[in-house]
């Protein structure tokens, strides 16, 4: 059985915060250099948040909710693009750097209901996996049964691709690259590891993550997470993006500043 | 039961074929809004060809030749991505014109096997017909399983949706917006109407089409329209769309000089 790895790059490691519509190129070209320098040699899926581009849209068409009238099909309608532009825009610098990817759109192969995964296609991925292309999928706006359509995060994607893929590949391990070394107790010292056992504890020390995320921030991460690593046995790492050679140097089996969620 | 109209612009109409990579903005916008002024009130999907954007990068890397070897691969890659490129410019165009439009990625829905559709996953398309969004699909690098990967014309995505959605909408017609007034005879007059009676007539006639078109040209968009006009018994129109209001004027139900493919 191969060895599959799920990376997550976070919006907010490869988009401006500050600035809505702004992709952080450098950082893009980096991380990318990053995974085709660690030498790992197991199968690999990408995933990316939306950042400043998802969010800042979304928020002001408050996409979040479903569909409420004809002014929030036009949110979905912008919210819906501007997640394939950052995409284009991590695909652009990472075809630069000569990576075989291939982009696979959610909203082309998932649909919700009540926010919640309903139905999917996976066969292009999992075909995809069998040559030496990465397949490269994104927080994107996809149709809901019940609320038209609704934003189903990269975190949730990882989610269908993991239950969709275990019995395939021995999936290592998630990782998630965000702006922060790991998640934060309340006196700001990254918690080194995060089981179903001090979750609760954990829970009340998180907080908000900060940024303008309508997915639901850290605690939605962690809490998904959590039920992966108990449900498959894996790891999720959760590093710093900003830091360089953190991605690389998690790849290659190294250990960085981070917390593990196990189950 | 609701009526559904099919419209592919042709990859000749909004890319210049002379130039690699270059795409007729105004064109596009052009036709956008006849769609938009045309009043046609059923249910609507677009479809694009991608021109001069995956035909040049698809001959150099041959890619309609499927997997073969690690350069082949990169020509996957590239065209796959350029795919999206046109796509994105389209729906850059479409939505300033306040379009409610959403694109589908073929590869994230289709898997072909040998070159023929395979499996595919119709749900979001057929979810957002259900709302005042248009799909928009266009011609893509799909995964086939069995040469790795082929290209997936606009005519092929066309034949899929309808085999698919032919039981819930009453399909009027298809138009494909060219850059020739029709089907030319030898004489390079219109021929205004092929049946499966004429049809090997005309195929002598009809030549290459003269375009750098790697999917096959006129007589593949005659031969598929044919055996789709057959099975369900709507029409296939082939006008110029290039000549300004003939796609407003097909969609009000108004003559334009074309052929028209019936069974």
Known sequence: VEELTIIKLGGSVITDKSKPLT???????????????????????????????????????????????????????LTSSVAIEINRIVMEEFIKLDMMVKSFTPSSFIISKNKKFSKGFIDPIKHTLKSDVVPVVFGDVVMDLE?????????????????????KYNIASIIYCTDTEGVYDEKGVT?????????????????????????????????????????????VKIINGNKKDNLKKVLGGKAVKATKIVS
Do not use: W
């Open 191 to 235: 918690i080194p590891e995060i089981t179903s056992k001090n979750f609760k504890d954990v829970k009340k020390q998180i907080g908000k993550s900060g940024s303008a995320d309508v997915t639901g921030g850290m605690i939605h991460k962690v809490e998904e997470s959590l039920k992966l690593a108990k449900k498959y046995g894996f790891e």
């Open 23 to 77: 992709a952080k190129r450098e950082a893009i070209r980096r991380l990318g250099r990053e995974i085709i320098t660690s030498k790992y040699k197991g199968k690999l899926i990408i995933t990316h948040g939306s950042g400043s581009f998802g969010h800042s849209v979304a928020k002001k068409h408050k996409t979040a909710e479903g569909h409420n009238g004809k002014r929030s099909l036009r949110g979905m309608v």
């Open 147 to 167: 609320r038209g359509f609704c934003i189903f995060s990269a975190e949730k994607v990882v989610k269908y691709m993991v239950n969709s893929l275990q019995k």
